[in-house]
């Protein structure tokens, strides 16, 4: 059974920087394309970053330029690096594994990201 547990978030101004945790269990990271999901207020759950089983990276044009993804093999976790936050950033942020665009697992609790003007 995997487990997917969000650690990182929290307060943080306009302009500042945080770094999300994705731990997994269950299955193994370096072997599992995996995905960095958030959801804003009022609005759905959208997949702004992934990390290839390859290590191949994307990210949606929202965090492109400002987020990075890695991943921990021997950890067995992903990181979601957040610079130059921005007022619109504020959501919960969730992780998965992915199949192209569609998240594979039960989701995890999520970690609240909130950036203030």
């Known amino acids: 059974q995997v487990r997917l547990v969000e650690s990182g978030g929290g307060l943080v101004q306009a302009g500042g920087s945080l770094r999300l945790s994705c731990a997994v269990s269950g299955k193994i990271v370096s072997i599992n394309d995996i995905g960095w999901y958030r959801q804003a207020p009022g609005k759905p759950r959208e997949l702004i970053a992934s990390i290839s089983s390859g290590g191949s990276t994307n990210y949606e044009a929202s965090a492109k330029g400002r987020f990075t993804i890695s991943r921990d093999n021997a950890k067995n976790t992903v990181y979601l690096q957040m610079n130059s936050l921005k007022p619109e950033d504020t959501a919960v942020y969730y992780c998965?594994?992915?199949?192209?665009?569609?998240?594979?697992?039960?989701w995890g609790q999520g970690t609240l990201v909130t950036v203030s003007s």
């Open positions: 998965n594994r992915i199949l192209g665009r569609i998240a594979l697992d039960a």
